[in-house]
């Protein structure tokens, strides 16, 4: 974000914080992407007082979430209140429809980014969590993604939470510095590594970070323009050599 937009951010932050503590009730944001949701939550620890806050997105690994802030006695009912629901769109089997093909035709209805969350699709069923008011437009008007026939409802349960898939990469590098991890990741020499880093095209957890020395932790989550997203899902020793054992997840 420019800091121009870092500043309108947290002040829509600040005016939910506002308006919970004028109206005793939970408020909620639109849906807000990774890099937003760990910065909602940095700025939450420290500026709402008294108040609670959480980061929903219809199930537990979402990545697209609203933030709700309400006072502690809303706290059992604030989940089953979060302003959007799920769509499920079902289509034959063969028909192979992604992720893109759904964005689209949402993004063509002139919808916002904002009012859609996660996108899940599977083998002849997709599910999308979108705030009420787009569900009301997308079920009346859409009959079609792309050139595909959909049937849509908002009655069922979500599903498809293991849908994601990823690929396995394991191998050992110098160090945890993030050169050396992106070079593992990506397929690159650690000098082609860093000039991606100092080039700001890596982010780890949804943050770009230009430092080639940066450490990274088990957990940490890579985005690497052009070559894709990681997890480091493990770090398991050294060899004899003291190169790090690290493994990779690859969301495919």
């Avoid at 997105?57 to 979402?62: F, K, L, P, V």
């Avoid at 650690?190 to 991606?196: H, M, P």
């Avoid at 780890?204 to 997203?229: F, M």
Wanted: aromatic share 8%; hydrophobic share 35%.
């Amino acid at each position: 974000m420019t800091d121009q937009s870092d500043k309108l951010f947290t002040a829509r932050l600040a005016d939910l914080v506002s308006l919970c503590e004028r109206d005793g009730t939970y408020e909620f944001s639109s849906f807000l992407d990774e890099r937003q949701c760990a910065d909602a939550e940095q700025w939450c620890k420290t500026n709402t007082g008294s108040l609670r806050y959480r980061l929903w997105g219809g199930y537990e690994n979402a990545r697209r979430r609203m933030l709700a802030v309400y006072p502690d006695y809303c706290e059992e009912y604030v989940e089953g209140d979060y302003p959007f629901v799920c769509l499920t769109f079902t289509y034959r089997r063969e028909d192979k429809l992604t992720h893109r093909d759904f964005l689209g035709t949402f993004m063509g209805m002139q919808l916002r980014r904002e009012v859609i969350g996660d996108i899940v699709v599977g083998e002849g069923i997709a599910q999308a969590f979108v705030t009420e008011v787009a569900a009301k437009l997308i079920t009346t008007t859409v009959s079609k993604i792309g050139r595909v026939g959909v049937k849509i409802t908002d009655s069922k349960a979500f599903e498809l939470e293991d849908a994601q898939k990823f690929m396995d990469i394991s191998g050992t590098v110098a160090s945890l510095r993030l050169d050396c991890t992106v070079g593992l990741a990506a397929h690159l020499s650690r000098e082609k590594a860093a000039v991606l880093i100092r080039s700001e095209k890596v982010d780890v957890n949804h943050h770009t970070v230009s430092s080639v020395s940066h450490e990274l932790k088990e957990g940490d989550v890579l985005s690497v323009r052009g070559c894709g997203r990681f997890i480091l899902s493990g770090i398991n020793g050294s060899t004899k050599k003291g190169r790090i054992h690290i493994n990779l997840r690859k969301y495919i």
